[in-house]
């Protein structure tokens, strides 16, 4: 069993997106307690605006049902220590790997291989291993190049291209952007599924 998350600050400060790492170590440790895998797809360093995990083993959609929607996470700021804000927030989404997205056809979409730059090791560098990919019919495009080999990177390319469509789709059915941020102030104000508390992340 696999299901992929999908952590994101949204348009949240630097507070949120150091919350969004904090998360992925967080989340790991929380599925190793259960006997899951859950991992990173892509390195994460430092704070980060979005993450994808990958949770997998037997009771991992259950163990992703339950984080899904808003984190709440209370604590001072550690960039701005004077900030009376307590209160930081992030969103987790479940998303279809890019198979069971039915609006991403693989006729649809172009590849582009380069030569992946930055960290990664000799293979990474030294081969075409990172990939782009567009999605012809809308013009979106992702990139892909932490991965060990070009086929695992085109996947991951894939599965970026779902998740741009999904929030897409997500934004029209709610009428543009400005009334989907309206609705996450909303979403904010309600229940969050989880509520951590402190550098320690000691759930609530």
């Known amino acids: ?24 170590r967080v989340f790991a440790d929380e599925a ?16 980060i605006a979005s ?18 929607g808003t984190i ?13 804000r307590r209160n930081w927030f992030v969103a987790v989404t479940t998303i279809a790997e890019a198979e069971d997205t039915p609006d991403l056809r693989e006729v649809d979409i172009a590849y582009q ?3 992946a730059s930055g960290p990664g090791g000799q293979h990474v ?28 990177n085109k996947k991951l390319a894939r599965l970026k291209l779902a998740l741009l469509l999904d929030e897409r789709r997500r934004e029209g059915e709610a009428g ?12 904010e104000r ?3 599924v989880r509520v951590y508390e402190g550098e320690r992340f000691r759930l609530r």
């Open 32 to 47: 190793a307690a259960e006997r899951l895998s859950c991992v990173a797809i892509e390195p994460v360093a430092g704070p």
């Open 190 to 192: 309600g229940n969050a």
């Open 113 to 115: 291989s380069y030569r």
């Open 125 to 152: 560098n030294t081969t075409n291993s990172a990939v782009r990919a567009t999605h012809l019919p809308t013009g979106l495009t992702t990139t892909a190049q932490d991965q060990r080999s070009q086929f695992a």
């Open 72 to 84: 709440r996470w209370i604590g001072t700021s550690r960039f701005r220590p004077t900030h009376k």
């Open 1 to 24: 069993m696999s299901v992929v998350l999908h952590l994101s600050a949204g348009q949240g400060p630097e507070e949120c997106r150091w919350v969004v790492a904090q998360l992925v």
């Open 176 to 187: 543009g952007r400005r009334e989907l941020w309206g609705q996450h102030h909303a979403l």
């Open 51 to 68: 993450a994808l995990l990958r949770v997998e083993g037997e009771g991992a959609e259950t163990f992703a049902r339950a984080r899904t």
